[in-house]
Structures are given as C-alpha cells and as structure tokens.
C-alpha cells in the first residue's frame, strides 16, 4: 500500500476504518451523473457472491493469472458498490477502490471484511497516487460517464506501471448490431434523456417499471426463441444478455441504463485509437459480451 501523494479534503470514519476523502476535480467530471450514481449504488449495494462471481467471471474472461495476481497492486478506479473490488480481492496483494461518489461509504460497509483494501473518495483527475504506481488498473462501466473519456483514461493509465495492464470497458457503439436494434436502441435512447432528469425517487421507480415492462419480456422472449428455433436467433433478440441474470442485477442495469444523465459510447477502433495515444500496446478485446471490454498493456 502506498502513501497518498496529496492531502485529503477530510476523513469518515466507518466501522473501524477511515475512508480519506480528496477533491472530485472540477474540470473532467459531470457532477450530476456522480450524485445520480452515489444514490445508484446506495440502492443497490448488495450482491450475492454469486451474483458478483458471475458478472465478474464475464468481464475478466480475457485476464490471467500473468496479469492479475498475487503480487499485484491494483487499482479500481470508478469502483462504485465495490463488486469489482471483492471479485479481484483474492486474486490480486492489495487494492486501492477509488470512486468520486458517497458510494465508497457503502462500499465499505459491505467489505468492511477485506484486509487487502483501501476504499478512497477521488476523481479520475485527482487520483491520490503517483504515476507508474500499479500493476494492474481497472474502470469497469464508468469513462464513459465522464465528459472527455479520451483524457479520463489518459489520467488512469499515468498511474499504471509500465508493461502493467489495464481491463477497461466502454459501452459499445453497436457497431456488431443490425438496423433494428440500432433503431431500438435509439428509442430507448430517447426515453432516457427523459427519465435520467426526474426526481431522484421517480426515476428509480420508473426504472423499476422499465425492467418489469421491457426488460423481462424481452428476456422471456429470448428464451422461448431459444427453446423452440435451433441456432442462434435468440442472440439476436435485444437484453438476451440478461437471460441468465438475477432480478436484482436486471433492476441496477435499467437504472444505470435509464437513469443516467451522461452516457457516450464507442466502437472498437475509437477504444484502441485512445488506448494506443494513452501509451498502451497489445489491445485485446473480448468477443463476448458485455461490449466492448478490453485488455491493453502499457508500453
């Protein structure tokens, strides 16, 4: 574990464990999609070691052992609930889980238990450590919630080491999807710049009712296509990845897809063009869902 390189704004104390507060920065950040995050994770700050192993088991399918491991300092940057940071716990030496949002406090209360963290309230531009410091950095679902995600990952890979790796994943441009779901999507687009500006309580209930109305019928649908046309058709059928997913993970996904304020997306050649300008070589994107998450080493 490694000092702070700066001074902390204040302290919290939780259980018994401090959790060390710094500026959010104020020139990369959108701070209301941090607080509508910070009530996000609030919500949904508990998941099943099944849950968290599942999800966990899909976005780190492309890492081995080679780069994440016992002898790893990593850093989880955007760590929200915390979920990332406990699948990682037994497979990495410590962990630094930094998050611009009040949701490190509930985080820590959940993983109050693991030894080998740190929780941190920071922003991608005032990351407390010096650069060339981890040997292993991940941002899971959250540059793309940041004004300029080019230079919010410029800012995360300075604080990794060379020849260190980083798991990263940005939403995908549908850039593998046909013109319907496109067209789908973009519906979906609109009602969200609706929704992600109601009261915080409205939003969330309305989420709740976008998942029971849109979300489960479509999985319902996927899987009936599934059972009765041989082939892959069902993969097809728009949220077929929630076919295996709990009610809990299907509810946090329609907020997080609903309720946000800022959300950008990218297709594989903008993600490797600003992977390579932050310093990174070997790009390795998973072909699996969810799109796009990729594994990139530091020069």
């Given at each position: 574990?490694q ?10 104390k ?33 998941f ?20 994440l491991n ?15 940071t ?15 949002s ?59 080491k ?64 599934k ?6 058709l ?37 993600i ?10 070997i ?10 998450h ?6």
């Open positions: 574990m000092p702070y390189n700066t001074s902390e704004l204040s302290k919290r939780i259980g018994k464990r401090e959790v060390h507060c710094f500026h959010p920065g104020e020139e990369n950040i959108d701070l209301e999609t941090v607080q509508s995050f910070g009530e996000e994770w609030l919500k949904f700050n508990a099943s070691a099944e849950e968290i192993k599942s999800a966990g088991d899909q976005y780190f399918d492309i890492v081995t052992e080679k780069e016992d002898s790893s300092y990593v850093l989880d940057l955007g760590c929200g609930s915390g979920r990332w406990k699948y990682m716990a037994s497979k990495s030496k410590f962990i630094e889980a930094v998050d611009p009040h949701a490190v406090f509930s985080a820590i209360q959940a993983y109050n238990d693991l030894d080998n963290v740190r929780f941190t309230q920071a922003g991608v531009d005032t990351i407390p450590f010096n650069d060339n410091t981890f040997d292993f950095v991940i941002s899971l679902g959250v540059l793309h919630h940041i004004p300029d995600t080019e230079k919010a990952l410029t800012s995360l890979i300075r604080k990794l060379p020849g260190g790796h980083a798991l990263i994943y940005l939403y995908y441009a549908l850039d593998n999807r046909g013109f319907l779901f496109r067209f789908i999507f973009n519906v979906s687009t609109l009602v969200r710049r609706v929704v992600s500006k109601l009261p915080h309580a409205l939003k969330q209930f309305i989420c709740d009712l976008l998942a029971i109305c849109i979300y489960l019928p479509l999985i319902g649908l996927s899987k009936l296509v059972a009765i046309v041989p082939g892959k069902h993969m097809k059928i728009p949220l077929v990845y929630y076919r295996d997913k709990s009610w809990n993970i299907i509810r946090n996904d329609a907020l997080d897809r609903f309720g946000t304020p800022l959300e950008q997306r990218f297709n594989k050649v903008q490797t063009s600003m992977l390579k300008a932050a310093g990174m070589s790009v390795r994107f998973s072909e699996n869902e969810p799109y796009w990729v594994l990139a080493q530091k020069k």
